[in-house]
T-cell receptor
Framework: SQTIHQWPATLVQPVGSPLSLECTVEGTSNPNLYWYRQAAGRGLQLLFYSVGIGQISSEVPQNLSASRPQDRQFILSSKKLLLSDSGFYLC???????????FGNGTRLTVT | GEDVEQSLFLSVREGDSSVINCTYTDSSSTYLYWYKQEPGAGLQLLTYIFSNMDMKQDQRLTVLLNKKDKHLSLRIADTQTGDSAIYFCAETPNSGGYQKVTFGTGTKLQVIP
């Protein structure tokens, strides 16, 4: 069966510091991968998606970037964090029955 | 753009049935989903329905789809305190490849013991 791992679970970083959040998927090959941000425990905003190694599409202009160095690895990065980058970040993959999105457990990022 | 709407809150007593409703605007929706999110956790796929179906039942969960009215509902029978969570309705017009999924803002279900 497929599993998705996302880490760290929580992160507190100062403004201006770099960021690296990692996500890996097991049990499937060539998955479509996604980074979402969830604001105030409700609305989900798609940040990036990837249909293959090195292929990244950005949905909204922002202070963040994404990379996919390996088939089942997706990384969310920033060179300099802003206060507005605080939020709950969710990684997901899609495929399988119903073509549904399957989410990781999320990373709670607090920028201070 | 496409839109998915849900009411924000629902409160039910333990043992009663819960019905969470959702309306959407995308007439080309292919799959519609229900997700559950517990505090501090990611979204868990509960069930999905293909657009050519009217109903799908999975244990305590029943999904009803009225494609004409673009209305989706999730019924939870014999609601338990462990069902307290936020429930998201979502839809996609895609049947493969990159999934452009539109999510509702979620319905917070409170189960009163």
């Amino acid at each position: 069966s497929q599993t998705i791992h996302q880490w760290p679970a929580t992160l507190v970083q100062p403004v201006g510091s770099p960021l690296s959040l990692e996500c890996t998927v097991e049990g499937t090959s060539n998955p479509n991968l996604y980074w979402y941000r969830q604001a105030a425990g409700r609305g989900l905003q798609l940040l990036f998606y990837s249909v293959g190694i090195g292929q990244i599409s950005s949905e909204v202009p922002q202070n963040l970037s994404a990379s996919r160095p390996q088939d089942r690895q997706f990384i969310l990065s920033s060179k300099k964090l802003l206060l507005s980058d605080s939020g709950f970040y969710l990684c997901a993959w899609s495929g399988g029955e119903g073509m549904a999105l399957h989410f990781g457990n999320g990373t709670r990022l607090t920028v201070t | 753009g496409e839109d998915v709407e849900q009411s924000l809150f629902l409160s039910v007593r333990e043992g009663d049935s819960s019905v969470i409703n959702c309306t959407y605007t995308d007439s080309s929706s292919t799959y519609l989903y229900w997700y559950k999110q517990e505090p501090g956790a990611g979204l868990q796929l509960l069930t999905y329905i293909f657009s050519n179906m009217d109903m799908k039942q999975d244990q305590r969960l029943t999904v009803l789809l009225n494609k004409k009215d673009k209305h989706l509902s999730l019924r939870i029978a014999d609601t338990q305190t462990g069902d307290s969570a936020i429930y998201f309705c979502a839809e996609t017009p895609n049947s493969g490849g990159y999934q452009k999924v539109t999510f509702g803002t979620g319905t917070k279900l409170q189960v009163i013991p």
